[in-house]
């Protein structure tokens, strides 16, 4: 067969099937990448090569899909992932205005349009721009996350103490909101050295072992409290035309091209963090440009974070994806690059056109099913899904984590504190006292 | 200017001292987070601290179970009464009506200096992310209307809308004019000394002591001549005065850049006692300056780590890196914007809602 079709064949599989794992609440594509992954690892042992143009293009079409429409749980099953909390908010506010559809299809705009965004504007002059901002950034990694973590946490501002007379009470009712901020981004930040220092998860899995506590501290959270507090879902329209212009998409680009751009770039900053920084920087207010913007600061994140591995001149590996396919093939050449960008072409083209009709289907189950239900359901499948890949163990990491994760939901603070699991220990690891802290832990 | 605006000139102004670059690339971040963390300083110990202390003379909590517009108004007119007669500064909090977990009673304040009166409407009920719940817009009719007995002078052009957590504090400031007229200082408890360049210094001060403590007596032995003894002072206490110096500058590009918009800052306090009016070439959650902020702090910020680099494989200058990565990319999307708008007219909506105080509430 034409290397052409191989590719293309490859590309719109990895798409299709990662689109239809997006809808499934709980379950990551990285997960599914990390079994094919040791499949293919197991077949070269075995003396069957796969050639690079049937797997590279199948995992980019992957990576694709699951950013395009990961966007249908996250925002009508009330699931996300990390860097899907931000769409959740204005989103669920769209379901629960009977707009659901309508959100979730102004999100895949944005991805779409950040799949221009990476195919005309990054892909260009990334081999040309982006090795020198490597040169400049690359000792300065560690305080540029320091000073993300600064941020979140002195951004985050009281939201109680509004009545009553001044004084110690109001000020304690105030800060009881920013000190579980506080807790949440420090408990998790422990759990994040005892699980990346010392992972109690078993070694064969060991690539999932951050999963079960990411889906306690984000996912089961979420599905919890739609159990218990859900309000009624307003029955669903299907609009044939969204509200949105070139203008909107353009402001959209600006800011979640920023945001998904840096999380790609930076280590341990991921999707949920870069949109809150560039929706800071942009201070866009249009809710539709928020919920686009998210698109597509989606789609950069885990496609560009992917594509940095293709850049020539670059080596560059950001995301879970990257070191994976690294494991697999390292891509050098100018071909890897424009393969890898007519893969995202391809692959964003199918998975937009995916997107109508499997958000209508998941529109249909949740009119069919009570929304209480299909938490319950989205819950029952992201601890089936813990507990096959990583067992008990994972489970009892997931239990804690959700612990953790549920600080924010109770006290109203930020979710995006939780990320401490990852910050905190990178920044330390890279500012070089990491080991300091999990000596005295006594991790190692 | 918005918290992101501050915090990351806050950076770029750290970022000058070749200190804090010496020092990020031994692994000590500490000048970059002081940079940050001073730039938005200020308006973290408004909105974090001293504002659950700021004492208030008249509360305005309406009863949930009796939502009364007209109590609202009396009560008002009540504070107005009180600075006129007793001629003093008078601080009335605005308190938000909480009516469920996630929902709040909205309610809007004018002062008709014609009629003499204050006008109280309640509005819709809102959600915590400020969205009218659909329904609810004439759930509360009726428009309270109170005398006053001063005319109430408004400057500053923030709207008195009232809604999610927290409701805004309004001070009522006699004039000493004939007319017994009354200055209404919004959020008076906001940019008051924290919003001071002395405010700044002083700071830097504490952590210079703080340094030159923690560093110990120097031992300058064996050097002779003052410049020595100087040199020898300025490494042992290195840390003290490089610290002073980021704070200082940190906490007073804060300052700066909020005297751009309308509130303006108390910039040398104590020596000055009031805000001193801002040159009002922005408001502060406006999109684009704040962008553009942000943009050239990033900028600024990559210039000085790639001039530290000894001997860089990649040349450059500052005016090929600004059109690279400003003049360039903001003419294509000005030329974009132009094209996707050009023919439709666009009807600013001016939101006079103090931008700071609400961005503080959807933190």
Redesign the interface.
Known sequence: MEAFWMVLISCVIGTVISSVISCLPGLHIYNVMGAMVLGLLALETGGTMVPPEIFVPMMIGMVVGWAMLNTIPAVLLGAPDESAMFTV??GQ?YLL?GRGYEGTMITAVGGLAGAFFIIFVLGPFAPK?L???Q???K??M??IL??II??IL??????G???????WA??YD??KT?LAGLATFFLAGLLGFIILTRSPVDHEVAFQNIMPAFVGLFAIPWCLLNMISAADVPKQRVVKGLEV???LI?RSV?SGGLGGGLAAYLPAVTGGVGGL?AG??????DERIFIMGQGVSKFVYYVGSFMLLFVPGLGLTRGGGAWMMKTLYVPTTYSDYYLALGSIAIASAVAYLMMSPLARMVLWFIDRFNYRHVSTFALVIIIVMVLAVTGWVGMFIAVVSTGIGLLPVLFGSRRLNCLGILLLPMACNM???GEVITRWLRLT | MKGFTHFMSGVAVASFGPWAIDAALAGNPIFFILGGACGILPDTLDFKFYRFFYHHDVYVEPDPANLDPQIVADEIARAVAMAHDENRYINLKLSSVRLGADHWQQYNVTFDNEKKEVVVTFGPVVNTGQVPIPGTEDLTTGVGRAPIKSRVIQTYDAALKVDIFDGPTIGLKPLGNEEGDLDLEFLPWHREWSHSLTMGAFLGLLWMIGAMLWAGLPVLEGLTGWKAILGGLFTHYSVAWQGFITIAACYGIHVIEDQLGHMGSNIFYPFTKNRTPGLQWMHSGDGLPNFLTVWISCILIFWNLHRAIPEPTYHFSLLHLLMVALIIPGLIMGALHWLFTRGTRVDAIVDTTDDEWSASKAG
Not at chain 1, 161 to 167: D, K, L, T, V, Y
Not at chain 1, 280 to 285: D, I, S, V
């Open positions: 908010l204005p506010k205005s721009y090795p020198v901002a040169e400049v950034l000792g300065h560690h305080w320091w000073v600064t941020f002195m951004s985050e501002w009281p939201k103490g509004n009545r009553g007379p001044a004084g109001k000020f105030a800060w920013l212009d070139g203008d353009l600006w920084l800071h920087a942009t201070a866009q207010r500012a070089g006292f």
